[in-house]
């Protein structure tokens, strides 16, 4: 039986890359600089957001883009604009919870970034029971041993786990720890093409799609 959900969150359990694009690109004009395009941001999307702006904006003064980021972010979450889930993905994760599943972040956002998804105020507080991320596990995706903090802390086998995830890496990262995968093509960053067959246990349109498929395994 699946004990555990282990879920990715930006653009598998929230869509984030569009918000992230509108975003970056409002720093950008902030600097007097041009936009970048879907199409740039897109081909860059996954990359540590320091190492994908020079790509995006050729030329861009990083340590003033840094500055300038935190403060543009904070007023994003705070006007609602940025990591907004939808209310049926929450209702997906109340599906697996009442089910008698613990669920569980995995995301290659750093302890900062995901520290206000972690408030006790949270919608996610009463569904998820803690998340890992760059500053709490040793390694990254899409190394398997990713895992190894979750699987530590838990006693969970890998067998008894799923994870949910939108990207190659994440499918790389679950086959090689042993851990079950299913593919969120809900983002449209990515097709089903884009992943190693051997890796994918099951692929879903949508997040809510996952209740049933995980239900069958």
Known sequence: MIRAVIVDFDDTLCMTEAASFDLENEVLAQMGRPPMSREVHLATWGEKLLDAMPHRSPGLDLDRFAELFPI??????????????????LRALDRLVLSGRTVTLLTSRTGPEVAHLLEPDHLLASRVTGAYHQDNTRFHKPDPRV?????????LRPEQCVYVGDSPGDAVAAGGAGIRFVACLQ?????????????VTATVDTFPEIVPVIESL
């Open 187 to 199: 983002s449209g960053v990515r097709r089903l093409d884009d992943f190693d067959p051997r890796h």
């Open 72 to 89: 543009l972010n904070q007023k994003y979450l705070a006007d609602g604009r940025l990591d907004v889930i939808p209310p049926e993905n």
């Open 147 to 155: 895992f190894d903090e979750l699987l530590a802390e838990t006693g």
